[in-house]
């Protein structure tokens, strides 16, 4: 399990790609693949954490108009 601090500059990092990987990837299956690949870890090692980095996920795609489905979960420690 990774600290907040580690996971939030991931996704700090992951946030900023979001331009260019949207760029990148004009197909949304395309798009949805390398985003997932990347946001996949994250939520690996999200740990107790993984309420927060789930919403931010959210939250990030949303001001780019994209969407997943989110549901909070009972997250427990892997």
């Known amino acids: 399990m990774a600290t907040l601090q580690a996971l939030t500059a ?11 990987l949207i760029a990148d990837h004009p197909d949304d ?21 993984c309420q927060a980095v789930g919403k931010r996920l959210a939250a990030m795609l949303a001001q780019y108009g994209r969407y997943m489905s989110y549901m909070e979960l ?3 420690d892997d």
Do not use: K, N, T, Y
């Not at 991931?10 to 260019?20: G, I, N, T």
């Open 10 to 20: 991931r996704l700090d990092e992951l946030e900023a790609s979001l331009p260019q």
């Open 29 to 49: 299956g395309d798009f949805w693949m390398a985003f997932a690949g990347v946001a996949d870890v994250i939520e690996d090692q999200a740990g107790e954490h």
């Open 74 to 76: 009972d997250c427990e």
